[in-house]
């Protein structure tokens, strides 16, 4: 399985999210720039947190018009699998490829430390291998993560099980609606969470939880391309 790590001017999250892969699953990964024009050989596609374009205009908003997210949506479309992290999931509501969008934490102060996440939807190529209703611990490092969205669209999102993480009950950091921390695309392969999965792939950053994000992924992989493998 071969991984890409997109990096925008600005990226500040891309050396984690590929030491992460590298630790937790083992598998090829590459930092692709992001005027990159091909992104066909990759299985999965990291758009990783940071300050893309220095959040100029609105977070995500311009790097929606950088060249390498032409080749987001064709994969997107071709099945593959997509994980947007903090500023990646405001670039994939910025790029349409996800709905809703982020607004700016409620108390107007930057939230950096643990947070507590439900997995609501463990049914997504990024979550098989946690439990339905499983809490699990995974920081949060953000000023702009309010996820927002009307009430027609939260409905969608809940008829097509698309809410995959919430913040428990009583610690939504930042206000989001319903404590929404993460959703999908209707299709299950385009995740979005503000919550940085890649800083809890050990116990020395104070919780392991995040790895199960990447085992997840390489195990819905093999099982898609079983016939492959096995052959």
């Not at 050396?15 to 066909?40: F, M, N, P, R």
């Not at 893309?52 to 032409?70: E, K, T």
């Not at 430390?113 to 699990?136: C, K, M, S």
Request: net charge negative; proline share 4%; aromatic share 10%.
């Amino acid at each position: 399985m071969k991984f890409a790590v997109l990096v925008f001017p600005g990226s500040n999250c891309d050396i984690d999210c590929y030491k992460a892969v590298e630790q937790t699953v083992g598998q090829s990964v590459d930092y692709v720039w992001h005027t990159s024009t091909d992104l066909s050989a990759y299985d999965c596609i990291i758009v990783p947190g940071g300050f893309s374009y220095g959040d100029y205009l609105r977070c995500g908003s311009i790097a929606n018009f950088a060249p390498v997210m032409n080749e987001v949506h064709k994969a997107a479309v071709a099945g593959k699998y997509i994980l947007g992290i903090c500023n990646g999931f405001q670039i994939l509501t910025e790029s349409r490829l996800l709905p809703g969008a982020l607004l700016r934490n409620n108390g107007m102060k930057f939230r950096c430390h643990q947070a507590l996440l439900e997995v609501v939807n463990n049914e997504t190529p990024f979550t098989n291998q946690y439990a339905q209703g499983e809490v699990i611990d995974i920081p949060i490092a953000h000023g702009e993560g309010s996820y927002y969205c009307d009430e027609a669209t939260l409905e969608e999102l809940k008829a097509n099980n698309q809410i995959v993480f919430r913040y428990v009950a009583g610690a939504n950091p930042n206000g989001s609606v319903e404590d929404i921390a993460g959703i999908s695309n209707k299709a299950g392969n385009v995740v979005g969470m503000m919550p940085h999965p890649e800083r809890a792939v050990s116990s020395l950053l104070g919780s392991e939880d995040g790895k199960r994000m990447f085992t997840s992924i390489l195990n819905a992989w093999r099982e898609q391309h079983g016939a492959a493998i096995n052959g």
